[in-house]
């Protein structure tokens, strides 16, 4: 899973470096198509090129979002079972404690019959 990421991660910084250059090569407006054919949107190549970036960074964080989270979540769960295990060998151990006799300093006589 960290392999498609790091690639995938690869891949949107080799598309930024080709819009780098390619808005360095051609300081022309470029026209981009707008969805479901509403026509067309005319901007210059380095707000394009800042647009893919941008969409781009957006995508990456979402691929990047739900491993943390769940490493948060893991780190969140591992301490309460932590938490709980301590909180039980605090408790048999108060236990066993509380079951021992107190120990008396002084022998018991023993009287002749």
């Avoid at 470029?30 to 969805?35: A, F, S």
């Avoid at 408790?91 to 008396?104: E, H, K, S, V, Y």
Wanted: hydrophobic share 50%; glycine share 8%; no cysteine.
């Amino acid at each position: 899973m960290r392999l498609v990421s790091f690639l995938q991660v690869l891949l949107l910084l080799g598309i930024g470096v080709y819009l780098a250059l390619f808005a360095l090569e051609n300081p022309a407006l470029v026209r981009l198509p707008l969805p479901f054919g509403r026509g067309e949107l005319t901007v210059s190549v380095g707000v394009s090129v800042s647009l893919f970036l941008l969409l781009g960074a957006t995508f990456m964080a979402l691929l990047l979002l739900p491993g943390l989270w769940r490493e948060r979540q893991r780190r969140r769960r591992e301490a309460r079972e932590r938490r709980a295990a301590e909180d039980r060998l605090t408790a048999t151990l108060q236990a066993r404690l509380g079951a021992m006799l107190p120990l008396t300093s002084e022998p018991a006589e023993q009287e002749p019959a």
